[in-house]
């Protein structure tokens, strides 16, 4: 079962999917209505999509984490469930959201905190009291929407995104031409309560990756001793992608590669030349980068290139960069050589950049190529793809309070119950990132007294992977009410759920003497 939830349309106003009635609104939350049998939706983007860089002057921009559309699909984890809570889908128009204009209609309230950072929170009308996945999808063409009503999970991974042409920033009207911006995913699993709010986070991925170029053997002064960069495009780029990462081979599309069009100066310029010191807009220069070593100048192409995801190998067919320009003052094409320092193919996977940085040849009769590869957010240089089945490595397990025991033989946190909120850390490194989830026994009931909160990634070196620190808070009891409580913590390959570790979380309660 789809539901189409078009704000613009107006189709939440007095309309109940699953046959809900008014007469069976029966308790307000937050001062909204929630259905007796119903559930409402509060989900989080609170740290905007994942924005890859090295140094501040790569952060991902504005256009880069802006969602102009989002699509949320509910899917009972369960098979138990599956056979009577239906597979739901929520469409959501946030072409109009901003920091200073949120959208409130109905039982839908979407606002925007800052770039990228967004709280959407609607009522799920039927199939409350389920342990649930949630899936978001944002920017997704209308073509997409039109073709892709995955009622099952596994039918979603199976889905593919067009990439035949490449993929580009939001556009001015989106609405008219379709070009909602980049396409983004994350998805969340957790226990919809029946009469009351459930609380998600997603950490959203662009689908694409983002290649761009630094042009050092550029000369202003004397063009023609140095090469100028006029033109770039992506050939061998994937015509598909999957939306959601493949856990199992092949870890990308297998369809046919096109060339992208050209990207250069025509219309608004795209290929800027930075100074390390100057005034933009005077004297050749475009803008200023301070970071940049003392007296050097250069042309960039950035935020401007984006393909899919490609594990190909072959250096023939594997997705690179072609350049045109003039060098010594003659025409110059090329293929650059999308390899590392090894000389094997560098794979293009989603959420990533790649710098491609022209320097002149010793020599000065030729220049030459470095491919440097990272994620948006990384501070080292990735050169190989790591595998999406690794298991996160856990370590620095401390806990903090009194009463707390770590046991490294059983992966097991222990506390003592007391009126006090209790809390633990420890680090996960992944080559995917890592995300969590809660486990809760089967048939608890009761409220949810662990809370997770993510610290921010940094990388570490490429055989590593990304490293995270958490600190996991469990909510005290008090002494006349306590009593045994426990819970898993998985801890997980953000590409691949499967790969995971577990913790073994206790509440113990001591009689008293």
Not at 11 to 32: Q, T, W, Y
Not at 38 to 55: K, N, V
Not at 62 to 83: C, G
Not at 324 to 353: L, Q, S, W, Y
Request: charged share 25%; net charge negative; glycine share 6%.
């Amino acid at each position: 079962m789809k539901h189409y939830l078009y704000l613009s349309a107006l189709l939440l106003a007095g309309v109940f999917l699953g046959g809900c009635s008014e007469d069976e609104i029966v308790k307000e939350d937050e001062g909204i209505e929630v259905p007796a049998d119903g559930a409402r939706l509060q989900l989080s983007f609170r740290h905007g999509t994942a924005t890859r860089a090295i140094g501040e002057s790569f952060a991902a921009t504005t256009e880069e984490k802006k969602i102009n559309k989002l699509s949320f699909y509910v899917y009972p984890a369960k098979e138990a469930d599956q056979e009577f809570v239906p597979f739901q889908r929520y469409m959501f128009d946030m072409t109009d959201v901003t920091v200073a204009a949120p959208l409130e209609k109905d039982s839908v309230t979407i606002t925007q905190t800052a770039d990228g950072e967004y709280t959407c929170d609607f009522i799920l009308r039927e199939g409350a009291g389920f342990d649930c996945r949630v899936v978001a999808i944002a920017n997704a063409s209308d073509a997409f929407d039109e073709t892709n009503n995955q009622n099952t999970y596994a039918k979603l991974q199976e889905a593919l995104f067009d990439a035949s042409v490449m993929p580009s920033t939001p556009s001015t009207t989106p609405k008219d031409d379709g070009n909602y911006g980049l396409m983004m995913y994350a998805e969340n699993h957790g226990m919809i309560r029946k009469s009351t709010t459930t609380g998600m986070n997603f950490q959203m991925q662009r689908l694409a990756a983002r290649i761009d170029i630094t042009n050092r053997a550029f000369n202003k002064e004397k063009p023609e001793e140095g090469f100028v960069l006029e033109a770039a495009r992506v050939i061998n780029a994937k015509r598909q992608s999957y939306v959601i990462p493949a856990i199992d081979e092949p870890w990308t599309a297998p369809c046919l590669t096109t060339d992208y069009t050209w990207v250069d100066n025509s219309g608004e310029k795209k290929i800027l030349v930075f100074a390390q010191t100057g005034t933009p807009g005077a004297d050749g220069i475009d803008q200023i980068d301070d970071q940049m070593t003392a007296g050097t100048i250069e042309q960039r192409l950035w935020h401007e290139l984006y393909t899919s995801e490609n594990d190909d190998n072959n250096t023939a067919t594997s997705t690179t960069i072609e350049i045109k320009g003039k060098f010594r003052d003659a025409p110059f094409t090329r293929v650059i050589p999308f390899v590392n320092k090894d000389k094997t193919p560098v794979m293009i996977e989603r959420n990533h950049r790649y710098l491609v940085l022209i320097s002149p040849a010793p020599d000065q009769m030729d220049v030459t190529f470095n491919i440097q590869v990272a994620d948006w957010d990384a501070v080292d240089t990735i050169n190989v793809k790591p595998t999406q089945k690794v298991v996160p490595e856990l370590a620095d397990i401390t806990c903090s309070g009194t009463g707390g025991s770590y046991t490294a033989d059983n992966k097991t946190i222990e506390y003592p119950a007391t009126s006090t909120d209790a809390s633990f850390t420890f680090s996960a490194v992944c080559p995917f990132d890592t995300d969590t989830k809660v486990v809760y026994p089967e048939g608890y009931e009761g409220g949810e007294w662990i809370e997770v909160q993510q610290g921010e990634a940094t990388s570490t070196k490429a055989a590593t992977g990304f490293k995270r620190t958490y600190t996991v808070t469990l909510t005290g009891q008090e002494a006349v009410t306590a009593a045994e409580r426990s819970a898993l913590l998985l801890i997980r390959n953000a590409a691949n759920a499967t790969a995971r570790d577990t913790l073994h979380i206790k509440q113990t309660v001591t009689a008293a003497p």
